[in-house]
């Protein structure tokens, strides 16, 4: 009626392979108080670094997975835990073939070296979030504004080494200057005539 929208959303059941990849996230490491919205960030680094994953094994970075876009795809979903301190977040890939052809047991006997590449692809990109050489396909353009390379390939050495997520001193002094330097100015523009923010590998004078 008139201007109203509505999401419609069509799909099918079919059988076929399935690799599931269930790792637990703990609250007082990893922020995933709002894992639930679809635009947090929690949410999108795990869509990011499900992107990875199978732009790793669809672009031929694991030499020995040869699989072409549209032959497997993914997603993942988060699950509670009785403990109240953890989660779970499950990635699972799928093929798209109906019956299965092999490739999801093929990525579980890879799975150390495609999560290797999934982060070097991320890592070594020089784009800002995200770009069509790193994670942004046909398949995932409607997420395009959501994908960000570095919060993908973070999450990606919490399950795999256990590394926790720090944001690097370049991309901290971008956003202090870019976002709250600004912010603040606008608001206190009478009181504030310089900050001085101490990082912990150095000073900048904004």
Request: charged share 25%; aromatic share 10%.
């Amino acid at each position: 009626q008139g201007n109203d929208w509505q999401k419609l959303v069509f799909g099918y059941n079919f059988r076929t392979d399935l690799m599931l990849l269930q790792t637990k996230l703990d609250f007082d490491k990893i922020n995933a108080s709002k894992m639930w919205e679809s635009n947090s960030p929690i949410f999108n680094a795990a869509m990011s670094a499900k992107d990875g994953i199978i732009g790793a094994i669809t672009r031929g970075r694991v030499s020995n997975l040869d699989m072409d876009d549209g032959e497997i795809n993914g997603h993942f979903r988060f699950l509670h835990n009785d403990d109240g301190h953890t989660i779970n977040l499950e990635f699972y890939l799928f093929d798209t073939a109906p019956g299965g052809a092999g490739y999801s047991k093929q990525v579980k006997d890879y799975i150390d070296d495609v999560i290797d590449e999934a982060i070097f692809l991320m890592e070594s990109c020089d784009c800002e979030t995200s770009c069509h050489k790193c994670l942004r396909t046909y398949m995932n353009k409607f997420e395009h504004q959501k994908l960000n390379r570095h919060w993908g390939a973070s999450l990606l050495r919490y399950i795999k080494y256990g590394e926790v997520p720090r944001l690097e001193l370049d991309s901290s002094v971008k956003l202090l200057q870019n976002v709250l330097f600004p912010h603040l100015s606008a608001k206190y523009a009478d009181d504030i005539e310089s900050i001085k923010l101490n990082l912990d590998e150095g000073t900048t004078q904004i």
